[in-house]
């Protein structure tokens, strides 16, 4: 297959951009041909409007019309065969078996959507039959529009192009728009290939996908400001979602910016955890502080604990071990530009101290950051915001507190995360439960003597919190509920059964739950 | 009772402004006594600081706990007696008979949400056991933090004080700081009054609720502004409405706005339903036009036909009754100068005929306008964005279309809206489908040879609709999903039992309905 290095609009290439810009292997520093091409302004107009007209069809299709396309994607998918994974992990450095599990929880996104369509409950049809003084009422969801996605860098096929805001849009019965990440645009390309193919095997409107390049801010800007857009989904730094955010914001008719944007994920650690394990804490942190090279946006970046000689062995310990793992590949140059100024930042602060590492590797040959640990007070915290910046990298911070007390003023004064985390003993547990509560708040999600990295998809997953994680914390952008950000509830009065959409008539055609005058049921009226 | 013209700030009286304002009677344009104290940026600071640490307090409260406040607060407002009637009438000329149908309205809110808080499914427990490399997961909806609540003018109980957003904030388990609509300063103080008894006789934290007067814009955007504030609802216009949005989203940490800003309700009639029953819906139409002197939300100030002898007919009868009907009383001089402003504005554009009203009524002793009809093209409408203006009173704008395609076009270019109508006949359905589907885009809810005033609080309905008509269409004011605005997701990762919520809890102590590894039950794991 010969890459192109061209946008994909509504079933055609374009290039009609004069700025350009490699793909470039991260262990290599190396770039590859061919050059991509940046969109244009008219290009961004032209995958719109083509959105626009192709929602205009999408909008009366079945749910098991979308359920068939979702389910061609993830064959598609899969018919790019070995050229994907090689592509993404040359541009990425992710490495095979990592890429390869991550294509199968892409494929298996695009299923479980498939099937949730084909249940037809996701809808959530409600009706109240007419009554005397009262009109019939029946309302379900449907989709807002055409969606702008804006791809992640760490995430190449689950967060991407073909991830999981792209899965859950066009599951709503969204057309969408993709930005590329420029961290990996051939890659980008091979899934623009693949939707295309699939938005013609099932006979969908050319505007239902368009991919779009760009390696600066210029796309993402015409995107979010065309009035043709009506959501967007967005996964990266705070930088960068705040900026869609703003811009949306801004809007003459403002839109709803779903961002994800990654966050400090803090952990409490107890002295009774420490008494009893630990070692396997240690090795745990490390772990998953370090895996993927700590490019996730569940990274434990922030562990807090009490003032004593065990939290001193503890913190020792993961040093030294943080010391002796070796340095990962980062993802690309801005990340690790962005690293080192992140990490910079925090080092001008007087009360931080470096333990291990803080640096760029010197004269590295691939793209890396030292593993670096880092420690300061509770109170240097409380008295400094810019100390919860997220170190995107395999880089942690220190946190000990004078005493209980201090521990609690502290978690009262972190920002909103992804994550939460509390090891702890079972003979702790009557003075855990409000620390927990407080813990709570801070995030969507609380783990409890686990480590943060890894999201099960399933369906009690939340994955999102408070700002600033996230743009919308009562929203998730893993798992099933994911697709409600691109739908909406529309009632209908009074309209006579053959105008109302299937899954409101009389008949339940289509046999699917319904809540009909307070009551779930599968039953015709 | 003696009204003391301070706000109430959890629980006591504060008028630290020196800047005030009156209650106006709009029948008589007559100021009445006490001096209402516009709240100081350090009111408002206390209101927020005392809701901050009731959150804290109130966000371990069990569902029933709540429901026995909410209960309280409709006894405590049915309490206020007749009082409330009277000086609810002397504010906004609504009538007794319309407050009396509004002030029970109110009550049962409460009672709605207290009942389904004890019922105790809305919590939507969600739980995935564990399984092999599968941790066990569990989210239910939390409170998000305290709500700043901004009451309408026009519905001075069920959207102000006491409103649907108070009850369901309140019902998420938020503290509420609610700024009072400056038009009714006297009835918002009642309800400030029975708020605090309740919150006295149930044990709850006195931040709570807080109410803050003020005729001006600092109030609202200091409380906006302020970082303990997690989320707004707002009922009011597309200006007012905007203004919190931006200042939401220009805060360091944006929060959600839950704004409802009103439209212009699009109203369809095809040739065959004018054929078939011109007098009846003229008369509908003027009533809806004319009921509440216009000030509804959902009015229906845009009248779309094609052009046809009948049409012309029919446009002249409507304008007879309009014209027949008497100038009823507008809320307050607000209102009064808002809708002349808009309408002076929509005249201002030469494509538009006034065909009777289009003026203040000369020397009137009481706020008001004459009832208004105005004529324009579908072209006109399509040119100029500014004529889907909402004029907030007894005005409609009959939009004239050439042919079926030109009405197509106009639909296809209206804003969003709470609702759109057609009124058509059996003998259509074939043809209208289509049509149907485009008014379906553009509101919340769609009527079916009905008038969109009256919004039957059922499980089914939708009060919301694409911006301008709201700043989130995937919400909803009215109903019980309104609660939903106010809280979001949290999960927990392998948390004991003993730790998690009683929700949450293996038994299933509460016996409420859960999602366990994807089975609706009440059993015990």
Redesign the interface.
Known sequence: MQLTGKNYIAGATSAEGAETFFSVDPRSKQTAEPAFHNATNAEVDRAVEAAVPAFQEM??YSSSRIADFLDEVAAQIEGIGGILLDTADRETGLGLPRLTGERARTTGQFRAFAALLRDGAYLRP???SEEPG??S???MQ?P??PVAIFAASNFPFAFAVAGGDTASALAAGCPVVVKAHPGHPATSELFARAFGAAVERQGFPAGTFSMLQGNGHDVGQWLVAHEGIEAVGFTGSLRGGRAI??AA?RRP????VYAEMGSVNPVVITQGALASRADDIADGLVGSITMGTGQFCTNPGFILLQESAASQDFIAAVTAKMQAAPAGVLLNEAIAVGLESAVEQTKANPEISILTGGEAVAESDYFCFSNTVMQTTASAIRADDRLQVEHFGPVTLFVVCDDADDLRATVDAL??NLTSTIHAE?EE?DD??DL??QL??K????????FPTGV?V?????H?G???AT????T?SVGM?AI??F??????????D??LPDPLKDGNPLGIMR?VD?V?TVEAL
Chains 1, 2 share one sequence.
């Open positions: 909008r009366n409600i009706i109240n009262q009109p009422i029946r309302q449907f807002v529009g955010y703003d914001a008719r403002p839109i709803p920002e909103g079972a547990l855990i439960g927990l509560h709570r708040e995030a969507g999600r609380v783990i409890w003597n686990g099960a399933v369906q009690a997953m939340q999102g408070p700002y600033p743009t919308a914390p009562g998730t509920n409600y950000r739908m909406r509830p529309i009632a209908f009065q009074n309209v006579p053959p105008l809540l307070g779930n």
